[in-house]
């Protein structure tokens, strides 16, 4: 599991390579599928405003779960939480709120955060998954109505995970 948040993490960060070493790996295996006679379905998830729906509280328990304690959780947490917001239109602003969820983009630690947050996706689904911030890609052999409905499945599968994880 460890070297799967590794992985993302390595595909992420790497400046100028990071969609570019994401899509090739991706279309490495479905060519291998392909060249092999084998029929591909391929799903293209994008989890809307995702960044932005990450529970403070469980990203922290999943952290914990990786093995991140003691004083980097607590300096996590801290970094995390303390956050207001509030909207301020023509001229009228609303009262503070707290932040609640949410990793700040635009640093490094927001998107590493996310892909641990949601680095449990595939473990829902048997098809091949595949990261990329909050877009995630999945691939499937087809040659059979078994496949279909296994896919159909995965696809549910990951309908609840992102109910159970993402959304509030």
């Known amino acids: 599991m460890c070297v799967c948040v590794y992985v993302c993490i390595y595909i992420y960060i790497v400046k100028n390579r990071s969609r570019l070493t994401n899509l090739l790996i991706f279309l490495e295996e479905v060519t291998n599928y392909v060249d092999s006679g084998y029929l591909v ?12 729906k990450v529970l403070h509280k469980r990203l922290l328990h999943k952290l914990a ?10 300096w996590i947490e801290n970094w995390l939480s303390g956050r207001k917001q509030r909207v301020t239109l ?6 503070w709120k707290d932040v609640l969820s949410g990793v700040p983009q635009g640093l490094v630690l927001g998107p590493i955060l996310f892909l641990i947050y949601i680095n ?4 829902s689904v048997a098809c091949k998954v595949l ?24 696809l549910k599968n990951l309908v609840k995970w992102s109910v159970d994880a993402i959304q509030r």
């Open 131 to 154: 990261k990329f911030a909050d877009n995630t890609k999945i691939c499937s052999v087809v040659n059979s109505q078994e496949d279909i409905e296994s896919l159909h499945n995965d």
């Open 41 to 52: 379905d391929i799903m293209y998830l994008d989890f809307q405003k995702a960044f932005d």
């Open 65 to 74: 779960a990786h093995g991140i304690r003691s004083e980097l959780l607590l």
């Open 90 to 95: 023509n001229g009228q602003s609303s009262s």
């Open 120 to 123: 449990d996706v595939d473990e």
